[in-house]
């Protein structure tokens, strides 16, 4: 019984975090989970720490990639076809 209690408390914990997660940009996010990283790498680290740690740097990587992902939709490319005509696609696409 007493792991399902503190089931819901970590779960807001998490919740929690995630809203934290509107004051980062890629690249505070990204320099925290260097710091994250650096932390694990030590010796002298609990495992409860570890594992929280862990769980953050979940969290950041999963922003860091939707703000990548976001960036690539925002991003387009000049094509200019064998007419000569121009025409603007998406980042990612390629033409066969």
Do not use: W
């Not at 505070?28 to 694990?40: G, N």
């Not at 999963?62 to 064998?82: G, H, L, T, Y």
């Amino acid at each position: 019984m007493t792991d399902k209690k503190d089931q819901p408390e970590n779960h807001t914990e998490v919740e929690q975090t995630e809203l934290d997660l509107e004051s980062f940009t890629l690249e505070t996010a990204l320099a925290r989970l260097e710091e994250i990283v650096d932390l694990m790498d030590s010796e002298s680290i609990e495992l409860e720490r570890s594992i929280e740690l862990f769980q953050e740097g979940m969290r950041l990587t999963q922003f860091c990639q939707n703000q990548i992902s976001d960036a690539e939709q925002k991003v387009m490319k000049v094509v200019e076809d064998s007419k000569g005509d121009i025409t603007l696609e998406d980042f990612g696409h390629e033409q066969d």
